[in-house]
């Protein structure tokens, strides 16, 4: 028989663990089922094309693209992907007035053997998905991305992990070949901090010009 205060005592260890469960779902995006949306409806000119993802095995996933016209499917294109997903998000990366993909993956490369967070960019071209950028790191371990319309362009915004294991919040713009680190908007603050950044689109720092960094690879 399980009395007043042991009762209590459980109860407590019990919101603790769904507590943890419910912030490491929230902050981690390493599975595509805790992603916020992976469904999106977008228009390229005179089609609409509804963009999804599709889990097809531990770690095999297809970006699937059904293309309407007049509100008739015309066709539909997928892409497959051989990597885990964890996040999904749209935007005119390139400023070319046309919607891009943007897919976080996990994966090793030739010159990083550790599987880590990386961001894969596709164009949709008369709604067939290709590759634009499939990059293998921006500037700091990956945690997060977001694409964020400002006035002047569109930019990816990340979460990257710092040394001493704090995180900074970073944009990168497209130079014509592949994203380009544009500046940092916070350093060393707390996860709680950085995405709290990551989600606002208020935060628009003054500009004063455009900082030209090097080439992400």
Not at 35 to 44: A, D, P, R, W, Y
Not at 50 to 72: C, T
Request: net charge positive.
């Amino acid at each position: 028989m399980i009395n007043k205060e042991q009762r209590k005592y459980i109860l407590t260890i019990l919101f603790i663990v769904f507590a943890g469960v419910a912030f490491f779902s929230l902050y981690s995006g390493n599975k595509l089922s805790r992603v916020n949306k992976s469904n999106f409806s977008i228009k390229n000119n005179s089609q609409i094309i509804n963009l999804h993802i599709e889990r097809k095995g531990k770690k095999d996933f297809l970006i699937i693209a059904d293309v309407f016209k007049k509100n008739k499917l015309i066709f539909t294109n997928s892409w497959p992907l051989k990597y885990d997903v964890f996040k999904i998000d749209t935007g005119d990366v390139n400023n070319d007035n046309s919607t891009d993909i943007l897919v976080g993956v996990i994966k090793s490369t030739r010159f990083d053997p550790v599987s880590r967070k990386r961001l894969f960019i596709f164009k949709l071209f008369e709604g067939d998905i290709r590759p634009l950028w499939l990059g293998s790191r921006v500037s700091q371990p990956l945690v997060d991305f977001k694409f964020v319309k400002c006035k002047s362009e569109g930019v990816v915004r990340t979460i990257e992990s710092e040394k001493d294991q704090s995180y900074l919040v970073a944009e990168y713009h497209w130079i014509g070949f592949g994203l380009g680190f544009m500046h940092y908007l916070a350093r060393e603050r707390t996860i709680y901090q950085a995405y709290k950044i990551l989600n606002t689109n208020l935060y628009e720092p003054k500009r004063q010009g455009f900082i030209y960094g090097p080439h992400v690879h």
